[in-house]
């Protein structure tokens, strides 16, 4: 039997099931979705602006760069042309020497030999080093293939006319003294600047590393621009 008791609090657990359903009204449903919309904008705006400002960061360290590097053409030890198109894709480490190079030559080769070896276990073969002859007269493709068999495997040798040879060191800042009329039979030596120029897989430059820097410094220096690199481009090269 109905009594009026009940009927009030069926009046009331059904005022109060309308109340709970009744918070979401066509208006509240309306700010929600506008809500959503908004938000979705919001972020949206926020990524772009976010990629923006990593785009105008690597522009401005690009621009704050110093003007190393440029178009050059040498010789390989097998005779091939190789120009600055052949260092696309890959990280460079290059060096400028000379085959009789009593001591210095051969020090900066080793530890470039280090750094590559502990690249390369962690990233890859994404390296490629370079040693550019400073001394033409004496430095044939053959003479240079042969002094790098005792360094690191991948290592590329170039060498070129002494024209070709000025060229690319201007490119790269670098001096030497080789005289332009050198003897190839000459006992002489050869000055010259004394940096391990560090180049991205865009063929741009990054850092130059001279003869006090320790291998450790390089390899820090090294994993920390490739990292950068990754988070830009999604990929090693």
Known sequence: MLTASTLQKRHQS?????????????????????????????F???KAQLL????????????GRPQVGGPFSLLTP?????????????????????????DIC???????TSVIDVIEKEHGKIFQPLFISVDPARDTPARIGK???????SYIGLVGSYEATKAVCKAYR????????????????VDHSIFVYFMDPSGKFVE???????KEEIIDKVREVIKEWEMETGTKV
Request: one cysteine or more.
């Open 14 to 42: 059904s005022y109060s099931d309308r109340n709970s359903v009744g918070v979401f009204t066509p208006t509240s449903a309306a700010l929600f979705v506008a809500t959503g919309i908004g938000l979705f904008f919001y």
């Open 44 to 46: 949206r705006h926020e």
């Open 52 to 63: 923006a400002r990593r785009e105008e960061e690597r522009a401005t360290k690009q621009y």
């Open 78 to 102: 097998d005779g091939q042309p190789f120009t600055e198109q052949n260092l696309f894709g890959k990280w460079s480490l290059v060096y400028f020497g000379f085959t009789n190079c009593p």
């Open 106 to 112: 051969p020090q900066e080769l080793d530890k470039v």
């Open 147 to 153: 002094y790098l068999q005792d360094f690191h495997p």
């Open 174 to 189: 670098v001096y030497f003294s080789t005289p332009p009329n050198a003897d190839p039979a000459g006992d002489y030596l």
């Open 208 to 214: 130059a590393f001279g003869q006090a820097v320790p």
